[in-house]
């Protein structure tokens, strides 16, 4: 069975913080995703990865950044979260089939 | 880029009853399209998907349907169970492109 971890399943942060969101996946795959879920959005692709140290951005990319320094981990920055940022973060990886992690809900106050 | 349409949002039936969901796409050159579900509080995961070579696919109660040349698919399940309720999610990608585009989503409601 695929597996794919968030680092965390809750996350509350001060506006201004930076954020480090962290997925890893046991599957060797070549590539990964950072989604945002909103109620009525759908999910939104932020940035993706199709290699070690390769990404590109998303529909969303403004006020993330994001890290692939090994094949199985892929991590998400917000470099100065703000309130806006509030959301569910989804972590997916895979070729056709996306196998996604269990969600990161973040509250930014 | 691709352009993935997604109705109806919300999706209330008896149990018992059928239910179907729309998804309409732009670009003619995807050539795969899966279906997720999202049960409230866990991941999506995938139900069904097909590909562009085949019209139509089974898997016991949910099917299904791909109309290449009106750029639709559709998600159909019959004799709908409360379990079922969820939220469910098209998308279409392929034809060059390495990345899916999702629809909104429908939410599933069957009542008892």
């Known amino acids: 069975d695929v597996k794919v971890t968030q680092s965390s399943r809750y996350l509350v942060k001060r506006t201004g913080e930076k954020v480090f969101l962290e997925c890893v996946q046991d599957?060797?795959?070549?590539?990964m995703f950072w989604y945002r879920q909103d109620p009525g959005l759908g999910l939104r692709l932020i940035y993706f990865s199709y290699d070690v140290k390769m990404k590109e951005k998303g529909d969303i990319p403004e006020g993330y950044s994001v890290s692939r320094e090994k094949k199985e981990r892929f991590s998400l920055i917000l470099e100065s979260a703000s309130t806006n940022q509030t959301s569910m973060y989804l972590c997916?990886?895979?070729?056709?089939?996306?196998?996604f992690g269990p969600g990161t809900r973040l509250l930014v106050l | 880029g691709e352009n993935v349409e997604q109705h109806p949002s919300t999706l209330s039936v008896q149990e018992g009853d059928s239910a179907v969901i729309k998804c309409t796409y732009s670009d003619s050159a995807s050539n795969y399209f899966p279906w997720y579900k999202q049960e409230l509080g866990k991941r999506p995961q995938l139900i069904i998907d097909i590909r562009s070579n085949v019209g139509e696919k089974k898997d016991q109660r949910i099917a299904v349907t791909l109309n290449k040349t009106a750029k639709h698919f559709s998600l159909h399940i019959t004799e709908t169970q409360p379990e079922d309720s969820a939220v469910y999610f098209c998308a279409a990608w392929g034809g060059g492109s390495y990345i899916p585009t999702f629809g909104r989503g429908t939410s599933l409601i069957v009542h008892p």
């Open positions: 599957m060797d795959h070549e590539n």
């Open positions: 997916a990886s895979g070729r056709e089939t996306q196998y």
